[in-house]
């Protein structure tokens, strides 16, 4: 009933706070026909790149690895998108163990709204394999996020594994957890190329975040400081600093990190 309640509380702060923008305007977007957001509609075909260099490879409040090089490139039309992302590095700084990761993503974004199906490979499986390897295998996710605009960049995610090795033991039967992680996040661009990123993500109920130990947990605390060049018109730089709180990990509750990136928008 808890995390029933949770997620209607979450859901209810989304919508009020999705609504107040429209709400406060709905004169001008009814004269100007604009969308509940401020996007500009997607036309034609859109496509970018990037490729950055990191001192350890964080996500969602875990630590997935130490030197890496990772890079992306995306095609989209109306919408429609597909991203393949690729990353190379060491498992920590002792180098000797190599985990390369491949990610594709399906998804379509329009109004504020992006939804996408993520599928997530690791080597040390064949490329359709999703049991047996519930840290480091195959995954697949149904993930959404919503922003509410581009003038208040707050936005909301929700990740949920549909295919994978995730499940506990409830006496003699594996339940699947149908693991989850939910987030908030903020962006706030300052002058001279800087912004500022900060997120606060949850794990809601028993899940591969915390090896299946908790029912609820507080999974990340994220702060990220970035300052970007522009290189040509859709050319850039960019270098970042990161700090995670991983209160409920086992160890390494505190990560630390540093990218230096290119990208082709």
Not at 124 to 136: A, R, V
Not at 148 to 158: E, I, R, T
Not at 202 to 224: C, G, H, K, M
Request: glycine share 10%; hydrophobic share 40%; with cysteine.
């Amino acid at each position: 009933m808890k995390i029933i309640l949770f997620c209607k509380r979450v859901i209810a702060l989304a919508i009020i706070v999705g609504a107040l923008p429209f709400v406060n305007n709905a004169s001008a977007y009814a004269q100007e026909r604009k969308y509940l957001d401020d996007y500009s509609q997607p036309i034609g075909l859109t496509y970018g790149a990037q490729a950055k260099v990191q001192a350890a490879y964080l996500w969602r409040g875990l630590y997935c690895g130490g030197l890496n090089t990772q890079m992306s490139a995306n095609v989209g039309y109306g919408g429609l998108y597909f991203d393949m992302w690729w990353n190379i590095g060491v498992t920590d700084w002792t180098f000797r163990t190599f985990e390369p990761e491949v990610d594709l993503t399906l998804g379509f974004a329009r109004w504020g709204l992006d939804v996408y199906l993520l599928y997530i490979h690791n080597f040390n499986c064949g490329f359709f394999d999703f049991g047996n390897y519930p840290d480091k295998g195959n995954r697949l996710e149904l993930d959404v996020r919503y922003t509410v605009s581009s003038k208040l960049p707050l936005s909301f995610l929700w990740a949920t594994r549909i295919g994978a090795a995730d499940g506990y033991l409830v006496g003699n039967d594996t339940v699947f957890a149908w693991s989850s992680y939910a987030e908030i996040s903020y962006t706030q661009k300052l002058r001279d190329g800087f912004s500022i990123y900060g997120a606060i993500g949850v794990t809601p109920w028993r899940s591969v975040y915390t090896l299946y130990q908790r029912d609820f947990a507080l999974q990340n605390i994220e702060l990220r400081l970035r300052k970007d060049w522009t290189v040509a018109e859709r050319c850039g730089l960019m270098l970042q600093g990161q700090l995670c709180v991983n209160p409920s990990a086992v160890t390494k509750s505190i990560l630390t990190n540093i990218t230096l990136g290119v990208y082709l928008r």
